[in-house]
C-alpha cells in the first residue's frame, strides 16, 4: 500500500470517527435536555399542587375557626338580628374561600383530587350549617350540638385523610 492511500484511509477514518463522536454527543445533549425539561416540568406541577393543597388547608383553617368563634359566641350571648347576620356573612364567605380554593385542587391535581375536595366540602359544609342553624334559631341554650360536634369532627378526619392522601400525591411527583 502506497503512502497516498494510507493518508487517504487516514483522514476518512478522523472524518468518520469525528462525525461519529459528533452524532453521539448531540443526541446525548438532545436526551439529557429532554430528560432536564420533564425534571423542571415535574417540579413545577409539583410546587403548583402543593401551593393549591396549602391553600385548601389554609381556607379550610379559617372556615373552622369561623365556625368555632361564630358556635362559641351564639351559645354564650343573646345576639340581635345584625349580629347574626354579621356571622351568616363571615361564615358563607369562608365557606366560599374554601370552595374557590377546592376548585383550585380539582384543576390542578390528579383525576381523585375531586373525590377528595368533594369529601372535604360535604363534610365543612355540614359543619357550617350546623353553626347556621344555631345562629338562625337564636342562640342561646345548650353550648354542645351533637350535630355541630359530630359534623366538626367529621371535618377534622376528611382533613386528615386529605393531608395523608395530598403528601401521597406529592411523594409521586419526583422532586
Known amino acids: 500500500m502506497d503512502q497516498g492511500l494510507a493518508a487517504v484511509l487516514g483522514a476518512t477514518v478522523g472524518v468518520v470517527g469525528t462525525l461519529g463522536t459528533a452524532c453521539l454527543?448531540?443526541?446525548?445533549?438532545?436526551?439529557?435536555?429532554?430528560?432536564q425539561g420533564r425534571v423542571a416540568h415535574a417540579?413545577?406541577?409539583?410546587?403548583?399542587?402543593?401551593?393549591t393543597y396549602l391553600e385548601v388547608l389554609t381556607a379550610g383553617e379559617i372556615l373552622t375557626s369561623e365556625c368555632a368563634k361564630s358556635w362559641k359566641w351564639i351559645t354564650e350571648t343573646e345576639p340581635n338580628r345584625v349580629d347574626i347576620l354579621k356571622a351568616h356573612t363571615q361564615l358563607e364567605a369562608a365557606m366560599r374561600n374554601l370552595e374557590k380554593a377546592a376548585n383550585r385542587v380539582k384543576l390542578a391535581g390528579p383525576v381523585d383530587a375531586i373525590h377528595r375536595m368533594d369529601l372535604l366540602l360535604m363534610a365543612a359544609g355540614r359543619e357550617m350549617w350546623a353553626v347556621r342553624d344555631r345562629l338562625e334559631s337564636g342562640g342561646g341554650g345548650m353550648p354542645h350540638s351533637n350535630e355541630?360536634?359530630?359534623?366538626?369532627?367529621?371535618?377534622?378526619?376528611e382533613t386528615r385523610q386529605l393531608v395523608i392522601w395530598a403528601r401521597t400525591e406529592l411523594d409521586k411527583v419526583p422532586h
Do not use: I, N
Request: no cysteine.
Open 148 to 157: 355541630y360536634l359530630e359534623s366538626k369532627a367529621e371535618r377534622e378526619e
Open 25 to 35: 454527543t448531540y443526541l446525548t445533549a438532545r436526551h439529557q435536555a429532554r430528560d
Open 43 to 51: 417540579q413545577t406541577v409539583r410546587d403548583e399542587r402543593r401551593a
